[in-house]
């Protein structure tokens, strides 16, 4: 069974940039969700996809946008980079049987860690 | 805002079970109760959870109150690998529910 992966480890980016970070789900996994960790900090949700939509929101800006893959790897894309920015990015995979039926154990990746200049 | 409140800090010698607390006392009928520990700079690694009874794994023991508002995550004998930040987490197991995390506690293996 392969677990939770991201891509890349470590990025640096400038502010005004955009950046694309990458989640390949857990195998039988179908659903991503976002998540942002601040240093100190615990994480905060950003967003989940499921069936390639986005699927609930945290509170964060529209510059915060993804995207979910037929294979269900996902893409994190942040618009106009600001050094508030600067995190380690998680994304975490699990199962939702649909129907409004349970959603399983969400299983993290390594995450990305993000710093802006 | 997070739904649990836990002890900032905690150590815990070598060898002895570690008995890390979280109290949840407005968690409803549908909320489990997860437990989630963060090794400096890694991911979240997932415990174990439970609704109501108690539970146990090959990493840890989940004891949850009979009232359902606290629980104990008890790891029986601790290494210095366990050292981490451990968060407890009251999440519905429907929809889209997400994770919401406090800022857990941090648990120090003394040798």
């Known amino acids: 069974e392969t677990g939770v992966t991201q891509s890349p480890t470590h990025l640096i980016k400038t502010r005004g940039q955009q950046v694309t970070l990458r989640c390949s789900s857990q195998?039988?996994?179908?659903?991503v969700s976002w998540y942002q960790q601040a240093l100190g900090q615990g994480p905060q949700f950003i967003f989940q996809?499921?069936?390639?939509?986005?699927?609930g929101r945290g509170n964060f800006p529209p510059r915060f946008s993804g995207l979910q893959f037929p294979n269900y790897s996902s893409e994190l894309n942040v618009n106009a980079l600001e050094l508030d920015d600067s995190a380690l990015y998680l994304c975490a995979s699990s199962l939702n049987r649909g129907g409004g039926r349970s959603t399983d154990t969400q299983y993290f990746g390594p995450g990305t860690r993000l710093t802006v200049l | 805002d997070a739904k649990t409140t836990q002890p900032p800090s905690m150590d815990c010698a070598e060898g002895r079970a570690a008995n890390l607390p979280c109290n949840h006392s407005?968690?409803?009928?549908?909320?489990?109760v997860y437990w989630y520990r963060q090794i400096h700079s890694q991911g979240p690694q997932y415990i174990i959870h439970g609704l109501k009874n108690n539970e146990t794994n090959e990493m840890a023991s989940l004891i949850i109150t009979e009232d359902r508002k606290s629980s104990t995550l008890i790891l029986p004998h601790a290494t210095l690998r366990d050292t981490a930040v451990y968060y407890c987490?009251?999440?519905?197991?429907?929809?889209?529910?997400?994770?919401?995390f406090g800022t857990g506690t941090r648990l120090t293996i003394i040798p």
């Open positions: 996809y499921y069936r390639e939509e986005e699927n």
């Open positions: 987490i009251v999440r519905a197991n429907f929809g889209n529910e997400k994770l919401t």
């Open positions: 407005t968690i409803s009928g549908n909320e489990y």
């Open positions: 195998s039988g996994h179908n659903t």
